[in-house]
């Protein structure tokens, strides 16, 4: 075995047929190949020389390379400039980890993750909820109508409610729009939105052969919001939040 350092992209499983990567090319041109353990393999390629970078191409590279092989097995994939010392140093973590990793390629075997966003389609989002809401109306119109200089424990207060009125809103549209998806849906991971416009970030776990059909629930999911409301998912892709696989050397 070489003990030069090792790129690696993700595990499958070694006891079903594996698929062909001899002639990929992944981070900087290396030639991608696998290096197998007791029933799981780890899909490598040598390490690039000097400090690898999450530029543009690099991170293509890595993706493309998971891509394809979501598009033909179970993976669970690593995350970007995971890297390893030596080929013992892989096999040793096959071999030692074995049974986890056998079992969450059983959890993700056939399926591929989808990432559904949700937002607040509109120019400030306190203003419509301003709009909307009354009390907090009033509560704004109180601390800065009529030139008045709101204290800061007035900001506080004031900040609180919107808070308050946001969650509120954002379960409420989370139940709706789970109501129409959780039935094509093997998993569904629910992550923190990104920013205060962001109704709510969602990672689904669907199997490959329902695709069409979680699709058609999300745009039946989006028909019964306003259009206030901007819908968007990703292209089928690794299964990134439903694979727990941290490599140490």
Same mark, same amino acid.
């Given at each position: 075995?070489?003990?030069?350092?090792?790129?690696?992209?993700?595990?499958? /499983?070694?006891? %079903?047929?594996?698929?062909?990567?001899?002639?990929?090319?992944?981070?900087?041109?290396?030639?991608? $190949?696998? @290096? %197998?353990?007791?029933?799981?393999?780890?899909?490598?390629?040598?390490?690039?020389?000097?400090?690898?970078?999450?530029?543009?191409?690099?991170?293509?590279?890595?993706?493309?390379?998971?891509?394809?092989?979501?598009? $033909? %097995?179970?993976?669970?994939?690593?995350?970007?400039?995971?890297?390893?010392?030596?080929? =013992?140093?892989? %096999?040793?973590?096959?071999?030692?980890?074995? /049974?986890?990793?056998?079992?969450?390629?059983?959890?993700?075997?056939?399926?591929?993750?989808?990432?559904?966003?949700?937002?607040?389609?509109?120019? /400030?989002?306190?203003?419509?909820?301003?709009?909307?809401?009354?009390?907090?109306?009033?509560?704004?119109?109180?601390?800065?109508?009529?030139?008045?200089?709101?204290?800061?424990?007035?900001?506080?207060? @004031?900040?609180? =409610?919107?808070?308050? @009125?946001?969650?509120?809103?954002?379960?409420?549209?989370?139940?709706?729009?789970?109501?129409?998806?959780?039935?094509?849906?093997?998993?569904?991971?629910?992550?923190?939105?990104?920013?205060?416009?962001?109704?709510?970030?969602?990672?689904?776990?669907?199997?490959?052969?329902?695709?069409?059909?979680?699709?058609?629930?999300?745009?039946?999911?989006?028909?019964?919001?306003?259009?206030?409301?901007?819908?968007?998912?990703?292209?089928?892709?690794?299964?990134?939040?439903?694979?727990?696989?941290?490599?140490?050397?």
């Amino acid at each position: 075995m070489s003990d030069a350092p090792l790129y690696l992209y993700g595990i499958i /499983d070694a006891s %079903t047929a594996a698929p062909d990567v001899s002639e990929w090319t992944g981070i900087k041109g290396a030639s991608v $190949r696998m @290096l %197998t353990g007791e029933q799981v393999a780890a899909v490598v390629s040598d390490a690039p020389a000097g400090k690898l970078r999450p530029r543009r191409r690099n991170l293509k590279a890595h993706h493309d390379t998971l891509r394809s092989l979501t598009d $033909r %097995t179970a993976v669970l994939p690593m995350a970007f400039g995971v890297l390893a010392d030596s080929e =013992q140093d892989v %096999t040793h973590f096959l071999d030692t980890h074995r /049974d986890v990793l056998i079992e969450q390629l059983a959890r993700v075997r056939g399926q591929a993750e989808v990432t559904l966003r949700v937002r607040w389609n509109v120019d /400030d989002i306190f203003d419509y909820f301003v709009s909307r809401y009354e009390r907090l109306q009033d509560m704004r119109d109180a601390f800065f109508g009529n030139g008045a200089s709101a204290s800061r424990q007035d900001m506080i207060q @004031l900040g609180e =409610q919107f808070e308050s @009125l946001l969650q509120a809103e954002r379960e409420a549209h989370l139940d709706t729009v789970l109501d129409h998806v959780e039935a094509v849906c093997r998993a569904i991971e629910v992550q923190d939105p990104k920013n205060e416009s962001e109704v709510m970030n969602l990672a689904c776990l669907v199997p490959k052969t329902e695709q069409d059909a979680f699709e058609k629930a999300v745009h039946e999911a989006a028909g019964s919001f306003g259009d206030e409301f901007l819908f968007k998912y990703t292209d089928p892709m690794a299964p990134y939040s439903f694979a727990d696989v941290a490599f140490e050397n």
